[in-house]
């Protein structure tokens, strides 16, 4: 399985859908690497092209997986070892080019604003298990900005719940639709 997550920071939109670089949170940097691991992801990039974030990430990263916490916690230090922090994600997807020998495609979540080529869970899981090489992008704050849908070859359904109400925390998100697109099936509920 050649996939990859990007949390992206930048650019993403405040709720007032302006263009913004969002905070980087450790409970995202923990969370999304343990899950990242447990799904067998080969990576998850953090974006942001904030310095301050950047080193503030980067410190954290090294408190766990070569600092004390490494030999505290042995299971985060495994976890966060999958996590690498990106200024971009067009330096992301070149490093991924560059691992796999091909460019990965896109795929973009979205909790609704639905723009450009849709794909299911399924359809998108098919891509994954066929080989190709997918980096899958989250957005925080508000969501990812328009440009970045735009480069993207897929935009994923949106999850959709039981009521109208549709605001996820990025770490829930991320965890539904990866558990969709690559959990086990033969579990039964």
Do not use: C
């Not at 230090?77 to 070149?94: F, G, M, N, Q």
């Amino acid at each position: 399985m050649h996939l990859y997550a990007g949390l992206l920071h930048y650019p993403v939109y405040n709720k007032h859908y302006d263009t913004i670089a969002s905070a980087i949170t450790t409970l995202d940097l923990h969370d999304l690497s343990r899950l990242a691991k447990t799904y067998g992801l080969r990576r998850l990039y953090v974006v942001t092209p904030l310095e301050d974030q950047q080193r503030l990430a980067r410190r954290i990263l090294a408190h766990w997986t070569t600092g004390y916490g490494a030999q505290y916690n042995r299971d985060r230090k495994e976890a966060l070892a999958v996590t690498t922090i990106s200024p971009s994600l067009d330096a992301a997807r070149e490093e991924i080019a560059d691992q796999e020998g091909e460019i990965p495609l896109l795929i973009a979540t979205d909790a609704g604003r639905q723009a450009g080529q849709a794909i299911s869970y399924r359809e998108a899981g098919d891509l994954i298990v066929s080989a190709r090489t997918v980096f899958l992008l989250f957005g925080t704050a508000w969501g990812l900005d328009r440009a970045v849908m735009e480069q993207a070859d897929y935009i994923l359904d949106p999850i959709t719940g039981r009521t109208p109400y549709n605001h996820l925390s990025v770490r829930t998100a991320a965890a539904i639709v990866i558990d969709r697109l690559v959990g086990r099936r033969d579990v039964q509920i």
